[in-house]
Antibody, heavy 122, light 106 residues
Framework: QVTLRESGPALVKPTQTLTLTCTFSGFSLSTYGMCVSWIRQSPGKGLEWLARIDWDDAKYYRTSLKTGLTISKDTTKNQVVLTMTNVDPGDTGTYYC??????????????WGQGTLVTVSS | DIQMTQSPSSLSASVGDRVTITCRASQNIDNYLNWYQQKPGKAPKLLIYAASTLQSGVPSRFSGSGSGADYTLTISSLQPEDFALYYCQQSWNTPQTFGQGTKVEI
């Protein structure tokens, strides 16, 4: 059974660094073609893809964000960490981690975490 | 970035109706098109990937079609549990982008 669960602070001040952790089970991020992405949802911007990390440690980022993004993985702990530096109120939203199998036809988000709501406010 | 435009933004329908939602990409995305359903307070759920492949466990009343830049999600006979938000998403390139959503209401 595949599950993902996001954790992190509910409230962050502007200019601070936000660290979100995705803890997953039921699959391995060492398996060929397996990836994990972070998706954000906010009322004003809808669903936004933020970053992805692959089984071979390749990393991809949404480069248009003002916020600095870093994604990393700990395969032994089955965790993926997303760090966002210099956040601002526009980064408020619900953050999801998702599984992305890329070994088949296309790639898609087949399992989602429950999401974690982050508010950026002073 | 590839822009994804869904239409309509919302629609009203009745149980048993056939419902069609369209999604247009700003360029050819070669069937790298996925559909998701989201209910209030829940994460989106994958319905269809690669334009027309039904995700395991999804009822067969859902179907997807299209090619190039134009795609369609069809619900053949709307059920009470289908009232929700629907999103398309392209996975042709990075950043992968979503449509703005279509709300299906009673």
């Amino acid at each position: 059974q595949v599950t993902l669960r996001e954790s992190g602070p509910a409230l962050v001040k502007p200019t601070q660094t936000l660290t979100l952790t995705c803890t997953f089970s039921g699959f391995s991020l060492s398996t060929y073609g397996m990836c994990v992405s972070w998706i954000r949802q906010s009322p004003g911007k809808g669903l936004e893809w933020l970053a992805r990390i692959d089984w071979d440690d390749a990393k991809y980022y949404r480069t248009s964000l003002k916020t600095g993004l870093t994604i990393s993985k700990d395969t032994t702990k089955n965790q993926v960490v997303l760090t966002m530096t210099n956040v601002d109120p526009g980064d408020t939203g619900t953050y999801y981690c998702v599984r992305v199998p890329t070994y088949g036809s296309g790639n898609y988000y087949d399992y989602w975490g429950q999401g974690t709501l982050v508010t950026v406010s002073s | 970035d590839i822009q994804m435009t869904q239409s309509p933004s919302s629609l009203s329908a009745s149980v048993g109706d056939r419902v069609t939602i369209t999604c247009r990409a700003s360029q050819n995305i070669d069937n790298y098109l996925n559909w998701y359903q989201q209910k209030p307070g829940k994460a989106p759920k994958l319905l269809i990937y690669a334009a027309s492949t039904l995700q395991s466990g999804v009822p067969s009343r859902f179907s997807g079609s299209g090619s190039g830049a134009d795609y369609t999600l069809t619900i053949s006979s709307l059920q009470p549990e289908d009232f929700a938000l629907y999103y398309c998403q392209q996975s042709w390139n990075t950043p992968q982008t979503f449509g703005q959503g279509t709300k299906v209401e009673i």
